[in-house]
T-cell receptor, first 115, second 111 residues
Framework: GAGVSQSPRYKVTKRGQDVALRCDPI?????LYWYRQALGQGPEFLTY????????KSGLPNDRFSAERPEGSISTLTIQRTEQRDSAMYRC?????????????FGEGSRLTVL | EDQVTQSPEALRLQEGESSSLNCSYT??????LFWYRQDPGKGPEFLFT???AGEEKEKERLKATLTKKESFLHITAPKPEDSATYLC????????????FGQGTILTVHP
């Protein structure tokens, strides 16, 4: 597709379960970012990749959160042993890496609800 | 730690009534300041990048300006389709690749 694709769009899970959120960036985009957005707030940085290398994971809240991008394209954000406070919209973005890191193309997001 | 504060939180305008949104920031060495537009249920959409004080960018009815402490998004003669949340973000000198966003300004333009 032409844009950043995220799946699932909606995920409802029970506390303690693991979830995996997938991001398929724009074809050819070098950089991939994960953000989390609470209702009424701006996105909050989680982590980012250049190609397959994770460059910065300082925004991951704790060690239950991890992300990978093994072949430099699709990325997965995994949350283990989910808690209610993990409920949020998780947004993926990509950039070509040629216009500066700020020109990000965001996907529609994956809304996670932990019961 | 980079910080961004946007004001007002919400702004209601009549169609054609020009106004400005404010973004105040604190960073250690600004790499760039960015404006995004976000429609309900959608991801943010890139509008502008500003790199240095005095720089201005324009797009249709929107004009973004930058000083050493803040940025303004000026909206001239807005239309109802300009209604959205406008987000400001910064990339600091010690935070390469990481954008810090403000909480956004919700703009509503009434016909």
């Amino acid at each position: 597709g032409a844009g950043v694709s995220q799946s699932p769009r909606y995920k409802v899970t029970k506390r303690g379960q693991d979830v995996a959120l997938r991001c398929d960036p724009i074809s050819g985009h070098v950089s991939l970012y994960w953000y989390r957005q609470a209702l009424g707030q701006g996105p909050e940085f989680l982590t980012y990749f250049n190609y397959e290398a994770q460059q910065d994971k300082s925004g991951l809240p704790n060690d239950r959160f991890s992300a990978e991008r093994p072949e430099g394209s699709i990325s997965t954000l995994t949350i283990q042993r989910t808690e209610q406070r993990d409920s949020a919209m998780y947004r993926c973005a990509s950039s070509s890496g040629q216009s500066g890191v700020g020109e990000l193309f965001f996907g529609e997001g994956s809304r996670l609800t932990v019961l | 730690e980079d910080q961004v504060t946007q004001s007002p939180e919400a702004l209601r305008l009549q169609e054609g009534e020009s106004s400005s949104l404010n973004c105040s920031y604190t960073v250690s060495g600004l790499r760039g300041l960015f404006w995004y537009r976000q429609d309900p249920g959608k991801g943010p959409e890139f509008l502008f990048t500003l790199y240095s004080a005095g720089e201005e960018k324009e797009k249709e009815r929107l004009k973004a300006t930058l000083t050493k402490k803040e940025s303004f998004l000026h909206i001239t003669a807005p239309k109802p389709e300009d209604s959205a949340t406008y987000l400001c973000a910064v990339e600091g000198g010690t935070s390469y690749g990481k954008l810090t966003f403000g909480q956004g300004t919700i703009l509503t333009v009434h016909p």
